[in-house]
């Protein structure tokens, strides 16, 4: 999760930027400024190289089987798929929101084996013989869970596009924590952005379905 | 905590009452569908190819090896690929449109060549899935001839400077000409005649991407020669409109679906090259393509909020009283002239004299443009920042200072409604403005320091004409067909309240259709925070239309229905209508380690009649966090050696946390404007405008030292009490 008590001025310095391994999805390292900074002759070499990878080498995969939301789902997938790709694409549960893809905004946000992770930062290969739960899986019967009916009442939404992953990591907190203050609300769910910046509605839909008994 | 405080007016049966939004039982529970949530058989995947060149030419670029890789169905550059994207870049940075598209003297294409910026797109491919589509974009070998790049507008503007257009580097304007952006009130050299002092002071701002959640994203589909958008939009009918003209379609001939979306904040108005690059992938292909852009892409390739520098000069004599406002500006456009670069703030002082200059620089930064209140929040921080400092120097109290020196209805200017000053005593009282208000600013002792800061705002209400339909048939069911787009501010409900309440029948008897423009008639666009009093007036006329044609004709019966109309040309008379707020806040600043924490936020806004409480209070606080944002942690830095960007990302940008915010205490002072819907006045871009100016002021006062700086990073407060 987002760790807010890392001096964030520090990821400002070019040279740490580097390093830091969130600075930069390995994606576009690879096809952005990764390749962008050689740029020129050298682009040809690593394209060749590509090309030659893609015709020798055809892409990797593997079975794997899971629990989601309940039903359990063997599928084949491209190891270098990530957790979200898989839920979309593959098993079409598009609820769970692909914001950043690196692990910075929490829309992806779902939970593996009962821990809130961001999916778009597990590989599909490593969700084998887990049981995972996003927002399509709160719902029991048609009827709300709590914190749901709470996001309604108290318009956690606006946008809506964030609200997904803040519903897993609300969910996630109240499992283990019925009844939070504030301050636990905001430390568990701190990995979350809204950039429509409605969190004191989403703070109080929390407190509000804590009030009615949790998640359950 | 929660609830908004209200003032003035008692709800109706609908309007006026907190309500749950009607689709959030969808936003809830996963089943709102989003661009990317959607997938049409044999839908393909497009990326886009940027420049790692702040300033390059493209002397050859090579798709050989990309369209050779299996899978790849199309690859489109700026050889073979040459559409316009008007609204890239418009003269004076305009609303696009037939004329301003002739007479655009820089043009701006999906691809361009020179590149502009680090993230000027260069190339697409579509490929049959996103992982193909990414590798086929290594495979494009493009040969840059590096060019000079500039970054900072003063520097752009110096002689000698690299140039980035053959005119220069200052922008035209919406007739071509090369000249800043003057606007004079008076004769400020007589102003300054009669000023007993005169405080100058430069201030600064910098880029504030407009960040939304979801990444732009675009699927394009034809059938013949009729093209489907899916696309996040926060203009369904424009973008329609500009899209058709850019690819010389008729409009009929474009279908534009938004179902949801995720935020735009002013990054989704009309038509985004997103749009075109993928109905040109699409064509190309012969089959649907979504189109996605990665984060950084959307960080460096859509825009954000333009960063200026501002030189003001403003007189007073010893009373307190202005004399003479002059503002000298630069505002950092990127290379294409995408929207205006206004700065505004000096419209909130009666001073008679007053001058604005404003040049808008094309850089080789990324792109500027419109987010939340385009022209407000960087201006209200410098002049607001600069009064608040003239007031300490003259020993008065900002507020007091503020009250003798707004602006107010005179014999010319009639408001529809007018309430800053109650605005400001309210929230004076509310906050306790006399005892949180350090007199002498920086007098707390020990190194952390509280104080407390205060701004105002007037915001005019957008202009434009939508229309609306809306339907019953014989079951007493109503059909309310609106051109709008939820971007979060929750359009549709408010347009329904509207309805059921023109109606008299309660809410869940309404279904509204949007967000499709081949179903909704033609609506402005939510842009300007004017849905709710342009689209919500047209409700109102509609229901009218359907009422008279249910008194001539009866209800309908067995299947029968009415349908009323309408596309009115709202007027206010000559009346200005304005918006009004004031926020005070109380901050402590550790001076040891230059952090700054919010204590107490107070608001108060009047924007009429308020619709939907629930959703208004959330405009004003999700504005003012942002805005907060603005006044302490966002900017995209810059590598001066190199034009690299340094901080594009949420990361690094610093975008405020479940763990920053304070809450946001709203009050509403509510009247009934005698114009809007049911009174309704404007509301959703308001809130931002004066978070900036209220954090710094107080800054200052806890501290003693003016910041002229945005964002307020620690580094600057450490610098300022060394």
Redesign the interface.
């Known amino acids: 999760m987002?760790d807010?008590e890392k001096p964030?001025?520090c990821?400002?310095d070019?040279v740490v930027?580097y390093l830091d391994p969130?600075?930069?999805?390995r994606?576009?390292f690879?096809?952005?400024?990764g390749?962008?900074?050689v740029?020129?002759?050298a682009?040809?070499a690593?394209?060749?190289r590509?090309?030659r990878a893609?015709e020798a080498n055809p892409?990797a995969r593997s079975t794997v089987t899971l629990s989601v939301n309940g039903t359990s789902h063997t599928v084949e997938v491209?190891d270098?798929w990530t957790l979200a790709e898989l839920l979309?694409?593959q098993l079409?549960?598009?609820?769970?929101?692909?914001?950043?893809?690196?692990s910075?905004?929490g829309?992806c946000t779902v939970l593996m084996n009962g821990q809130p992770v961001y999916s778009c930062s597990q590989l599909a290969v490593w969700a084998d013989g887990a049981e995972v739960q996003?927002?399509?899986g709160?719902?029991q019967n048609g009827r709300?869970s709590p914190l749901?009916q709470a996001?309604?009442?108290?318009?956690?939404?606006?946008?809506?596009?964030?609200?997904?992953g803040q519903?897993m990591s609300g969910t996630a907190l109240l499992n283990s924590n019925p009844n939070p203050t504030v301050d636990e609300?905001?430390?568990a769910?701190?990995?979350?952005?809204?950039?429509?910046?409605?969190?004191?509605?989403?703070?109080?839909a929390v407190v509000a379905a804590s009030e009615q008994g949790g998640v359950a | 905590?929660?609830q908004a405080t209200r003032r003035g007016l008692d709800p109706l049966s609908i309007v006026g009452n907190d309500t749950?939004?009607i689709d959030?039982?969808e936003?809830?529970?996963?089943?709102?569908?989003?661009t990317?949530?959607w997938?049409l058989p044999g839908m393909l995947y497009g990326?886009v190819?940027?420049?790692?060149?702040p300033h390059a030419r493209i002397v050859r670029i090579?798709t050989s090896?990309a369209e050779?890789?299996?899978g790849v169905q199309a690859v489109i550059t700026y050889e073979n690929a040459r559409v316009v994207w008007g609204a890239g870049s418009v003269n004076g940075g305009r609303q696009y449109n037939d004329a301003t598209k002739e007479a655009t003297l820089h043009r701006r294409y999906i691809f361009n060549n020179p590149v502009r910026f680090?993230g000027d797109s260069v190339a697409a491919v579509a490929a049959t899935d996103r992982?193909i589509a990414?590798?086929a974009?290594?495979?494009?070998?493009?040969?840059?001839e590096e060019l000079p790049f500039v970054l900072e507008p003063e520097e752009a503007l110096a002689d000698g400077a690299p140039q980035i257009w053959p005119e220069g580097n200052l922008a035209p304007d919406f007739r071509g000409n090369i000249e800043p952006m003057v606007s004079r009130r008076g004769d400020v050299e007589s102003g300054f005649a009669d000023a007993d002092q005169v405080f100058e002071q430069r201030y600064d701002t910098g880029f504030i991407h407009?960040?939304?959640?979801?990444?732009r994203c675009s699927l394009a589909s034809w059938e013949g020669d009729k093209l489907t958008l899916y696309t996040p939009s926060q203009g369904i009918s424009n973008c329609r409109h500009d899209t058709a003209r850019d690819l010389g379609l008729e409009d009929h001939q474009v279908r534009v679906i938004t179902q949801?979306?995720?935020?735009g904040?002013g990054n989704k108005n009309q038509n985004q090259d997103a749009d075109l690059v993928a109905a040109t992938l699409s064509r190309r292909a012969g089959a649907p393509v979504m189109l996605e852009f990665?984060?950084?892409?959307d960080w460096l390739g859509v825009h954000g909020r333009w960063p200026t520098v501002q030189n003001y000069r403003v007189g007073v004599k010893e009373d307190g009283t202005v004399t003479a406002v002059e503002m000298r500006a630069y505002s950092g456009m990127g290379p294409y002239r995408k929207n205006s670069g206004g700065i505004s703030g000096l419209e909130c002082y009666a001073c008679p004299n007053t001058m604005r200059v404003i040049s808008p620089v094309y850089t080789n930064r990324t792109t500027s443009g419109n987010f939340r209140a385009p022209s407000n929040p960087h201006g209200y921080f410098g002049i607001q920042s600069h009064m608040d400092e003239i007031a300490y120097q003259l020993d008065m109290d900002p507020v007091e200072f503020t009250l003798k020196n707004m602006r107010r209805p005179t014999e010319d200017e009639e408001f529809t409604s007018y309430s800053l000053d109650q605005c400001i005593e309210t929230g004076a009282e509310q906050f306790n403005w006399s005892a949180r208000r350090r007199v002498t600013p920086g007098s707390d002792e020990g190194p952390i320091k509280r104080g407390a800061g205060f701004s105002f705002m007037m915001f005019r209400a957008g202009l434009g004409t939508s229309s609306a339909i809306v339907r019953v048939d014989a079951s007493q069911r109503y059909t309310l067909y609106v051109g709008v787009t939820?971007?979060?501010?929750?359009a549709k409900t408010t347009m329904g309240m509207i309805a059921a309440e023109a109606l008299a029948v309660p809410l869940s008897q309404v279904e509204v259709v949007w967000g499709d423009t081949d179903r909704c008639p033609y609506s402005v666009g939510e842009s300007g925070s004017r849905t709710t009093i342009m689209t919500g007036y047209a409700v109102v006329q509609a229901v009218a239309d359907l009422k008279q044609k249910i008194a001539d004709n009866g209800m309908p019966t067995g299947t029968d229905v009415l349908v009323g109309s309408a596309t009115p040309a709202p007027d206010t008379d000559g009346k200005t209508r304005q918006c009004f707020g004031a926020h005070f806040v109380e901050v402590e600043v550790d001076t040891r380690i230059g952090t700054t924490r919010i204590l107490k936020y107070t608001t108060v806004h009047e924007s009429g009649r308020i619709i939907n409480p629930?959703?208004a209070?959330?405009q004003i606080?999700?504005?003012?966090?942002?805005g907060i944002?603005q006044a302490l942690h966002e900017n995209l830095?810059y590598?001066q050696r190199n034009g690299?960007p340094?901080?594009p990302?949420?990361?690094?940008a610093?975008?405020?946390?479940?763990?920053d915010?304070p809450?946001?205490e709203v009050t509403f002072i509510e009247v009934d404007d005698g114009y809007g819907p049911f009174g309704a006045k404007t509301a959703g871009e308001s809130g931002i405008i004066l978070a900036p100016a209220a954090v710094a002021n107080a800054i200052a006062n806890a501290t003693g030292r003016r910041m002229t700086s945005l964002p307020i990073?620690?580094?600057k407060i450490l610098g300022a009490m060394a």
Do not use: W
């Open positions: 987002r807010k964030s001025d990821y400002r070019p930027k969130r600075a930069q999805s994606r576009d690879l096809q952005g400024s390749t962008a900074v740029a020129g002759a682009v040809s690593v394209g060749l590509g090309a893609q892409v491209e270098r979309r694409d079409n549960l598009t609820g769970t929101k692909i914001g950043c893809n690196r910075e905004c829309a996003t927002v399509e709160l719902a709300l749901q996001f309604v009442d108290n318009n956690g939404p606006q946008c809506g596009f964030c609200t997904p519903l609300i905001k430390a769910m701190v990995g979350n952005l809204c950039r429509c910046s409605n969190y004191n509605a989403i703070v109080e | 905590m929660s749950a939004r959030a039982v936003r809830v529970t996963g089943q709102a569908r989003y990317r949530d997938k990326k190819l940027r420049s790692p060149h090579d090896a050779a890789l299996p680090v992982h990414e590798q974009l290594s495979l494009i070998r493009v040969d840059y407009n960040a939304q959640m979801e990444p949801y979306m995720g935020g904040f990665s984060r950084r892409e939820d971007i979060g501010p929750g629930t959703t209070r959330d606080r999700g504005a003012t966090i942002q944002g830095l590598d690299q340094l901080t990302g949420y990361y690094r610093r975008h405020l946390t479940h763990l915010v809450d946001i990073t620690r580094d």
